[in-house]
């Protein structure tokens, strides 16, 4: 071929300011451009038809597109989801106009601005937990270690449920290289786990929580629903909450996390695997209502860490479609936790026990880092933390 072409991906505008100078584009000419470089389609869903079609007209009239609903267009229909296509240069000049339009038109403008900017911005954060500093960059993916202090643990039988044999494996896992290290008193897997008392969470949990917090050089985050439980926990010491319901089972969760001014991870979550429209509009729609929960408790904005809950009232499909489309997540503007470790749908693809899965745990890493995760939740540290390097680093190089 004469011309030698091929397709390349630009996800933003820092991207393109990279791109450019390579083709020795002009300075003034690149600034300009890496508007134009940047293509984004943009779903936004229950738009009042009437609205829909100001939306569309605006968008036109820039240049971009603009899809709606043929009930839309004959207002048979009140509503209508509405995807919107164009460069970042048409969602620019669109927004300003959209500002001064009725119908909900000022709000859906803002929101735009606000997934733009998410998607535009890696969600960097800086942690100063304690005595420790975490860190959240585009240069590294960080490794949770899980620490399963409970006799039913899926993934190890209860292996590590006595208090030497846990803190043998918390020093291990920092060895092979874990930056935080999640502790859950409470089996939490979503078939066949025995619910307890926060009494007897705490029971278990604090006499390891105490001995790991003397000997770990990395922060300690705990696993639990309960905000007694973190309470205690956070009140020993303990860096950050993992909360598998999203601050959406006790309501004292999101107060005690504000209280005490830490991240915490807010997981997706619901009883049974059935949907009722788009399995990733289900679970961004759950996020942003823990996130509104939790800034009405007062948690900071640079605090939320989001979990898609792979497993997690979600069928083997299920989980696939959410790891396929991981990246929609990232419209949050939070930074990503990825918890695929050892799970049973891995195990349904390679028909392997679950200590055998570390394979299909490193490809739904890789494939996860490259889709947006900034945190991988694991089991086996020392393997995947060296998988994470590696895709870390073919990331980085892309646009070198």
Not at 12 to 25: D, F, G, S, T, Y
């Amino acid at each position: 071929m004469q011309y030698n072409m091929r397709v390349i991906e630009i996800k933003n505008q820092e991207q393109a300011r990279k791109e450019l100078p390579k083709i020795k584009c002009d300075p003034g000419g690149a600034a300009i451009m890496s508007n134009k470089a940047v293509y984004k389609t943009i779903k936004v869903e229950n738009v009042l038809s009437k609205a829909s079609l100001i939306l569309k007209q605006t968008f036109l009239s820039k240049g971009g597109e603009a899809s709606v609903s043929r009930g839309a267009a004959d207002f048979s229909d009140q509503y209508t989801d509405v995807l919107l296509s164009g460069s970042l240069k048409h969602f620019k000049q669109c927004i300003p106009q959209l500002k001064v339009q009725p119908w909900g038109l000022k709000k859906l403008a803002e929101e735009l601005e606000a997934v733009i900017a998410a998607s535009e911005n890696f969600p960097q954060r800086t942690y100063k937990l304690g005595q420790h500093r975490l860190s959240i960059t585009p240069e590294k993916t960080l490794v949770m270690g899980i620490l399963n202090f409970t006799p039913d643990s899926f993934s190890d039988g209860g292996k590590f449920n006595n208090i030497d044999a846990a803190l043998k494996h918390a020093e291990q896992m920092i060895k092979e290289g874990a930056d935080i290290i999640d502790i859950g008193a409470e089996s939490t897997r979503p078939y066949g786990s025995e619910k307890i008392s926060a009494e007897e969470e705490l029971d278990r949990l604090m006499p390891v929580l105490e001995k790991v917090l003397t000997i770990s050089s990395v922060p300690v985050s705990i696993d639990t629903y309960k905000g007694s439980v973190a309470r205690e926990a956070l009140k020993a010491g303990a860096h950050m909450i993992n909360d598998i319901w999203g601050l959406q089972f006790d309501p004292e969760m999101a107060k005690v996390v504000a209280e005490y001014n830490v991240p915490v991870v807010i997981m997706h979550n619901q009883e049974g695997t059935a949907y009722q429209r788009d399995i990733m509009s289900h679970i961004l729609e759950f996020l942003r209502y823990s996130i509104e929960i939790g800034e009405a408790a007062g948690i900071s904005a640079d605090n939320f860490i989001v979990d898609p809950g792979i497993g997690f009232g979600k069928s083997p499909s299920d989980n696939l479609v959410v790891l396929a489309r991981l990246d929609e997540l990232t419209s949050l503007g939070c930074p990503v936790l990825l918890g695929t470790s050892r799970k049973r749908f891995i195990g349904d693809i390679l028909n392997a026990l679950p200590s055998e899965r570390v394979e299909g745990t490193g490809a739904t890493v890789a494939l996860g880092i490259t889709k947006g995760a900034n945190i991988v939740r694991v089991h086996d540290v020392q393997a995947i933390a060296r998988i994470t390097r590696i895709t870390d680093a073919i990331i980085n190089a892309k646009y070198q």
